[in-house]
């Protein structure tokens, strides 16, 4: 899965409101013809308050898609520094234990990089994932096998709660990359689009030409917009990516070799 499927859609909702916007002028020249001059008086305040309300919910849901997509490079680098933090604490385990458990780190950090780097495949997402949680059983039972021979307290208190801050990030990171706006936002949004490219095309009837500058311009800037937010939303499926924070972890990894 990947946002290509985003172009045709893209498309079609720029045909759609060019549509709507053409539909609308003809309607209002129609009344305009039947009723005469003043049969679109008073429409200003219905229109104001329609445009008012697309947008502002464009930019409530630009605003959260941009602050999701933040928080996710964030709970990026916590991860990496939770890894980076067990890796270290990892050398307080006696030999033959530490080299055990930090092979197991290794596979595990390397699933995490394939979770996430085979997003727009979502079935090597999910085996990925399910690799990664059968890798952190084992390697907590190992470790805690391991911490039962050491008669260090404070070697205890060190190993193991690092450890489990680096499942905790990459659980939180996993919930957070699922948590999307629910669909009836961005179908209400796509409706409240297409409402006002009517109502641009019913204002212009007082012109016995539509203006294809403003048909087109209303229909390209709300669909681009609808494209950002949703690129924002889903970052590892379109455009706009999080390769930047994603590359620490795998320069992490290779550290570890």
Same mark, same amino acid.
């Given at each position: 899965m990947?946002?290509?499927?985003?172009?045709?859609?893209?498309?079609?909702?720029?045909?759609?409101?060019?549509?709507?916007?053409?539909?609308?002028?003809?309607?209002?020249?129609?009344?305009?013809?039947?009723?005469?001059e003043?049969?679109?008086?008073?429409?200003?305040?219905?229109?104001?308050?329609?445009?008012?309300?697309?947008?502002?919910?464009?930019?409530?849901?630009?605003?959260?898609?941009?602050?999701?997509?933040?928080?996710?490079?964030?709970?990026?680098?916590?991860e990496v520094n939770?890894?980076g933090?067990?890796?270290?604490?990892?050398?307080?385990?006696?030999?033959?234990?530490?080299?055990?458990?930090?092979?197991?780190?290794?596979?595990?950090?390397?699933?995490?990089?394939?979770?996430?780097?085979?997003?727009?495949?979502?079935?090597?997402?999910n085996?990925a994932?399910?690799?990664?949680?059968q890798?952190?059983?084992? *390697?907590?039972?190992r470790?805690?096998? %391991? +911490?039962? #021979?050491?008669?260090? !307290?404070? =070697?205890?208190?060190a190993?193991?709660?690092?450890?489990?801050?680096?499942?905790?990030?990459?659980?939180?990171r996993?919930?957070?990359?699922?948590?999307?706006?629910?669909?009836?936002?961005?179908?209400t949004?796509?409706?409240?689009?297409l409402?006002?490219?009517f109502?641009?095309?019913?204002?212009?009837?007082?012109?016995?030409?539509?203006? *294809?500058?403003?048909?087109?311009?209303? %229909? +390209?800037? #709300?669909?681009?917009? !609808?494209? =950002?937010?949703?690129?924002?939303?889903?970052?590892?499926?379109?455009?706009?990516?999080?390769a930047?924070?994603d590359?620490?972890?795998?320069?992490l990894?290779?550290?570890?070799?």
């Amino acid at each position: 899965m990947n946002l290509w499927w985003a172009l045709p859609v893209a498309l079609a909702l720029f045909l759609v409101s060019c549509g709507c916007s053409r539909l609308g002028w003809l309607l209002g020249r129609r009344r305009l013809q039947r009723y005469g001059e003043g049969a679109n008086e008073g429409l200003g305040a219905v229109d104001g308050a329609i445009f008012g309300l697309m947008g502002l919910l464009i930019a409530f849901t630009f605003t959260g898609a941009a602050s999701r997509f933040d928080h996710r490079r964030d709970l990026i680098r916590e991860e990496v520094n939770a890894i980076g933090t067990a890796w270290l604490r990892l050398d307080l385990l006696a030999p033959p234990s530490r080299s055990e458990v930090q092979t197991l780190m290794r596979a595990y950090v390397d699933q995490r990089i394939a979770t996430h780097r085979e997003m727009t495949d979502l079935e090597a997402t999910n085996q990925a994932s399910h690799r990664a949680a059968q890798i952190q059983a084992h *390697m907590w039972t190992r470790l805690q096998e %391991a +911490v039962r #021979t050491e008669t260090s !307290l404070p =070697l205890t208190q060190a190993v193991l709660p690092a450890v489990n801050d680096m499942f905790d990030a990459g659980t939180t990171r996993v919930l957070a990359a699922e948590q999307h706006p629910p669909p009836a936002i961005y179908l209400t949004l796509i409706v409240l689009v297409l409402v006002t490219a009517f109502l641009t095309g019913f204002g212009q009837s007082k012109a016995t030409r539509q203006s *294809m500058l403003h048909l087109f311009g209303f %229909a +390209v800037t #709300t669909t681009l917009a !609808l494209c =950002l937010i949703l690129d924002l939303e889903y970052p590892r499926l379109g455009l706009i990516r999080v390769a930047g924070a994603d590359q620490a972890l795998i320069d992490l990894r290779a550290s570890m070799d």
